[in-house]
């Protein structure tokens, strides 16, 4: 009876090992991000799995991107990729024209367009900068425009400012910049914008 009762205990401990194990294998931190590709005919990036890709053919092949997190919250706040419910976190690319990019910076100065951005089009939209940072896409200079959190939940918010080395043709418009918006209440925000930097290769 003695070693029965022995075996019986070391079976329960090992299956109950062997379970938990197979939970924590199955359960990835919050944190952990998987990335899909981007590809338009302007550029590609690495964008999280987890966004659904929320643009019509004719608008990616316009050079344009919209990744939005869809999905609900659990009583502990973990945010839940169901693919409805709300929208959590977004990463767009927006094409902005060579008249425009003209008008705003006559040099094409990628300093110029940045200030006018700042005096204009994020203070016009309601939106505070916090601080801003230089980097490259592929080589390009671009600034990295870190902005007050839209709500309190907001963990990054930043827009990526980019003028492209060539222009760029979508249709019948000339691109001369692009405008990357990256916005989360996840606290992975800084995994996905550097993904998204290192990933980047222009066409």
Not at 72 to 92: C, H, M, R, S, Y
């Amino acid at each position: 009876m003695s070693l029965s009762v022995v075996l019986v205990i070391a079976l329960v401990a090992y299956f109950a090992s062997t379970r938990n194990g197979s939970t924590d294998a199955q359960s990835p931190s919050r944190d952990t991000v998987e990335f899909q590709n981007m590809s338009t005919p302007c550029y590609e990036f690495d964008g999280p799995s987890n966004f659904i890709n929320n643009l019509s053919d004719d608008r990616i092949a316009a050079c344009f991107t919209k990744l939005q997190l869809w999905g609900e919250k659990t009583e502990d706040g973990q945010i839940l990729p169901t693919g409805a419910g709300e929208v959590f976190g977004t990463v767009n690319v927006e094409a902005v024209s060579t008249e425009f990019v003209d008008e705003s910076a006559p040099d094409g100065d990628l300093a110029d367009f940045q200030a006018f951005l700042e005096s204009d089009y994020l203070l016009e939209s309601g939106q505070s900068i916090t601080d801003t940072m230089a980097t490259t896409l592929d080589g390009t200079p671009a600034i990295v425009t870190y902005l007050v959190p839209n709500s309190d939940l907001t963990q990054l918010r930043v827009v990526i400012t980019v003028m492209p080395q060539r222009s760029h043709s979508a249709g019948d418009q000339e691109i001369g910049a692009f405008l990357i918006t990256v916005s989360t209440e996840e606290s992975n925000g800084e995994q996905i914008l550097d993904r998204l930097v290192e990933s980047w290769t222009w066409k």
